[in-house]
């Protein structure tokens, strides 16, 4: 991951010119070496693309013990986690807040967000019949590293804002089947999310915002650029 932000960086913003009169793409001195030595590889640099309109791409850690907490937060912007009820919740962000400190960790603290496999349906009755019959076909019980929601939306939207409220900053939500809980959760999530005050309206603009802005993630600044 080091070596991956770095090439994000070896580009300086306005790196690349397009001067017609001097017939010169690029401006030279706004590329650089990161000349990484390690035990297994090396790499001299630059990348081979310019920097992205992020900056730097959004990184993503799925975390389960504890060396995956220290690994998200020396190296992600987000860490998807699996707690199963509240209070493992409560104990996850401790453990992450508590690898932040352990590891120094420059900038903005880490995004925690829950993972959940949902089925949703108008009533919890409806769902856990899907699931049965799920259960059934399959010859065994469905399992997931996250927990297992079955019920409706505005239980689970319920249930989102109490989880919130022990620090997660938002959630990942895995559609038990894409061509039902996937429509359940834009059409039945969503507006009672928006009713709770837990997901700002569509705003004129928010089409065009990054996936950094979206999630509320800063613009990183460019390490060569100083």
Known sequence: MKVVRALWDSWEDGAVIRDVDTGRYLDRSRLHHINFHGSRFAVRGPSITPRPPQGQPVVAVLAHGVADYRFAAQAADIVYVTPQDID????VVTRLQAAQEQVGRPGPPLKIFA???VLLDESWPAAADRRARWDELAGEPLTSDAEIFV????????????????????????????????VAISRGLVPELRNQG????????????????????????NRYAA
Not at 88 to 91: E, G, I, K, L
Not at 198 to 221: F, N, Q, Y
Request: charged share 30%; glycine share 12%; proline share 6%.
């Open 88 to 91: 493992d919740a409560r104990a």
């Open 115 to 117: 993972d959940l496999l």
């Open 151 to 182: 019920g409706s939306p505005a239980v689970l939207a319920e249930r989102l804002a109490r989880w919130r409220a022990v620090g997660l900053d938002g959630f990942r939500l895995r559609p038990g089947s894409a061509a039902d809980d996937l």
């Open 198 to 221: 837990l997901l700002p309206r569509v705003h004129e603009g928010a089409t065009r915002a990054t996936l950094r802005e979206r999630l509320g993630l800063g613009r990183p600044a």
